[in-house]
């Protein structure tokens, strides 16, 4: 796999009604877990999502959540804040990274939806996916087969761009 992949994720809110297979969710949740952690603690914890009626009560209570009705699969990307309380985020966020990139690189669509911090996504896919009080729900991941197709691109921005010094 080269760089490139990073250029080619994008943001698919489109699927066809293809499911993903098995053996490609195995290996999206593995990379995922590849993420690196704070001291490696690794406090992630990974609900995947192929049951219809599930995803369309996702889509219901996630605002931003329509293409759930059209995705295959889900991964709700969760934090263990026993484990980690100050820095479940940022490893929960590396591994939503590495999940939207391992989903490109097998041909996938991917798109992330935000959950933590808003109070009323959480608490709403919690209740749906019976997630304990202690886990934190930092994203929703919608995945299928892509019915768009959107151009690799860069996002570079030279102006943010600071070399030893703002």
């Given at each position: 796999m080269s760089i490139d992949i990073i250029f080619a994720r994008r943001?698919?809110?489109?699927?066809?009604?293809?499911?993903v297979e098995e053996e490609k969710l195995n290996k999206i949740i593995e990379s995922g877990m590849a993420a690196?952690?704070?001291?490696?603690?690794?406090?992630w914890h990974l609900v995947t999502i192929t049951e219809r009626e599930t995803l369309n009560r996702l889509a219901e209570a996630?605002?931003?959540?329509?293409m759930l009705f059209q995705a295959t699969a889900a991964i709700a990307v969760c934090g263990d804040t026993n484990v980690s309380p100050d820095y479940w985020?940022?490893?929960?966020?590396?591994?939503?990274?590495?999940?939207?990139?391992?989903?490109?690189a097998l041909d996938l669509g991917a798109c992330w939806l935000g959950c933590h911090p808003r109070e009323e996504r959480v608490s709403s896919i919690k209740?749906?996916?019976?997630?304990?009080?202690?886990?934190?729900?930092?994203?929703l991941i919608a995945i299928g087969?892509?019915?768009?197709n959107k151009e690799a691109r860069t996002q570079y921005d030279k102006?943010?761009?600071?070399?030893?010094?703002?």
């Open positions: 943001s698919i809110r489109k699927f066809k009604e293809q499911e690196p952690s704070s001291r490696n603690i690794k406090p996630h605002p931003y959540g329509k985020i940022q490893d929960c966020s590396a591994v939503t990274e590495n999940i939207l990139i391992a989903a490109a209740k749906i996916l019976s997630i304990p009080d202690n886990i934190g729900v930092l994203s087969y892509p019915a768009e102006s943010r761009d600071h070399r030893q010094i703002w």
